[in-house]
Antibody, heavy 113, light 113 residues
Framework: QVQLQQSGPELVKPGASVKISCKASGYAFSSSWMNWVKQRPGQGLEWIGRIYPGDGDTNYNGKFKGKATLTADKSSSTAYMQLSSLTSVDSAVYFCARSGGDWGQGTTLTVSS | DIVMSQSPSSLAVSAGEKVTMSCKSS????????????LAWYQQKPGQSPKLLIYWASTRESGVPDRFTGSGSGTDFTLTISSVQAEDLAVYYCKQSYNLTWTFGGGTKLEIK
């Protein structure tokens, strides 16, 4: 069955960067778009962007251009999202989600000094 | 950008009752070539990742109980739960994927009396 296993919780200082991973299994990783979604505490879902691992093509929500960078490693079937210049508003749970309905368990990011 | 609006923002019902919730998009989600509406419904229980219930506006995901029904076309969509169960306590989100991006509605929080 399809599984998306995300990396563990992160506590980082303001101004720093962080890279979150999403390891996929159970399907053809290169042939399916991988999306990333942000959810702040008690809030709704916000789409960040997506990547097609087969050729690295990406689309971003304009709001996250310059904030998020999506990459993928076909050899390890892992998608990555790097978030830069972190502030408190970046504190949230981040999900990876395959176009097709499967979601990771979420990675909690806390930005605090 | 396509804007998604959901109503009501919350509702409380007793087990066994019928529930309907609405989702409206700022532009049509009906693809004239495929004749499909690119509208999905998700259920997010407390502390969990969103779970896909319905895609293409009315196609139930495998394993989803048949008490969940999606309907609508174009810009107006509805999720109906025919007989609410206690386990249906959750926030329900609609999501458009008509263009290259995803946009979520603000969610409808379902509480059980």
């Amino acid at each position: 069955q399809v599984q998306l296993q995300q990396s563990g919780p992160e506590l980082v200082k303001p101004g720093a960067s962080v890279k979150i991973s999403c390891k996929a299994s159970g399907y053809a990783f290169s042939s399916s778009w991988m999306n990333w979604v942000k959810q702040r505490p008690g809030q709704g879902l916000e789409w960040i962007g997506r990547i097609y691992p087969g050729d690295g093509d990406t689309n971003y929500n304009g709001k996250f251009k310059g904030k998020a960078t999506l990459t993928a490693d076909k050899s390890s079937s892992t998608a990555y999202m790097q978030l830069s210049s972190l502030t408190s508003v970046d504190s949230a749970v981040y999900f990876c989600a395959r176009s097709g309905g499967d979601w990771g368990q979420g990675t909690t990011l806390t930005v605090s000094s | 950008d396509i804007v998604m609006s959901q109503s009501p923002s919350s509702l409380a019902v007793s087990a066994g009752e019928k529930v309907t919730m609405s989702c409206k998009s700022s532009q049509s989600l009906l693809n004239s070539r495929t004749r499909k509406n690119y509208l999905a419904w998700y259920q997010q229980k407390p502390g969990q990742s969103p779970k896909l219930l319905i895609y293409w506006a009315s196609t139930r995901e495998s394993g989803v109980p048949d008490r969940f029904t999606g309907s609508g076309s174009g810009t107006d969509f509805t999720l109906t739960i025919s007989s609410v169960q206690a386990e249906d306590l959750a926030v329900y989100y609609c999501k458009q994927s008509y263009n290259l991006t995803w946009t979520f509605g603000g969610g409808t929080k379902l509480e059980i009396k």
